[in-house]
């Protein structure tokens, strides 16, 4: 008779657990549809704040369709390089950000393409290379050659990339519909979400890693967003989007380390991304700071909380919640 009611409660338990790994797989997934509608509402008004500026150049319709790109590079930031999830979403992200890009192929592709005589399509960008599909390619208009959107040649190129950067995030907003992890066992889901979560933070330091170089010889130009000078704003939107996957509403793995009895280690994770944010540098450009000593450890400061956090997923996180943590997408880049 023990032995059956301690049979139930182990059942009982069990049970409890998918629940609520169930329930985490939900939250995880809807997180992504609404991030997935944010952006597609950001590409959107980029297009319209692009074609603006086009019907009636000025330095106000400039200055409102260069906002609209930073509000569409933050709400990208939350798909940045998790690598996990759906597959026809992970498909769209070279086409949304060709990054990095050492050689400059955007700026000498964009080039060659405004020397020809034509009127470019949303059809005709969708046939070219992904480095002028994207993100990457409007912000070459906006902020580096600003000029060409004061004449048709260039209004025609840079609208046609506008149009195919919103027909990618409604693509994206596609791919999203359905729960990639709902066939999933609750404990490969589990894996999946952890993994996803550590691909962007490897992701994330790669971006801040590039430009830091050795010490005494930073690389600026491999800064993400160097033409508009704000890599480091949307390096901290890339970091509010990890601890709001972190905590998934409530229900993420924050929760399910408390749950199971581990929340000294979800405090000092869920401080760590407290902390970064709220000590974030002013300056929304890395550039100007990988230029003083001074600036380039509060950079290294950024970096070595990030890989605390790295760090404490591996080592801490993953034997807790006993999930296999196994290479990732940029491993060996």
Known sequence: MKSSVLSVAAAALLMTGCQEQQTMSEAVHQLHVTSAEDFTK???????????????????SLAAAQQSWRQAMDRWMVFQGRDKGSEAALALSWQI??????????GVKLSQ??????????????????????LGATEWFLYEHADQLANGQGCALAGAIGGRLQQSSEQLLAAWQNNPWQQMTPQMALGEYLGALNNQLDYSMKKLGRPL?????????????????????????SVAAMQQLYLAGGHGIDALL?????????????????????????????V???????GYRELLKIYNGLEYIRIALHDEVAPELKVVVGFNATDGD
Request: a neutral charge; charged letters at 20%; aromatic letters at 8%.
């Open 42 to 60: 950001a590409a959107g008004q980029l297009n319209q704040d692009l074609e603006a500026v086009c019907e009636s150049y000025s330095p106000a």
């Open 97 to 106: 950000q060709f990054w990095p890009d050492k050689k400059n192929i955007t």
């Open 113 to 134: 393409m405004l020397k020809q005589d034509k009127a470019w399509t949303v059809a005709d960008v969708a046939g070219q290379s992904v480095a002028v599909q994207g």
């Open 213 to 237: 170089g050795k010490p005494g010889s930073p690389k600026p130009y491999q800064a993400e967003a160097w033409r508009s000078q704000t890599s480091l704003s949307h390096l901290k939107a």
């Open 258 to 286: 408390r749950e199971q009895g581990f929340g000294e280690t979800a405090d000092r994770i869920n401080n760590q991304f407290a902390s970064l944010l709220a000590d974030w540098p002013q300056s929304d450009a890395m």
């Open 288 to 294: 100007p700071m990988l230029k003083t000593v001074a």
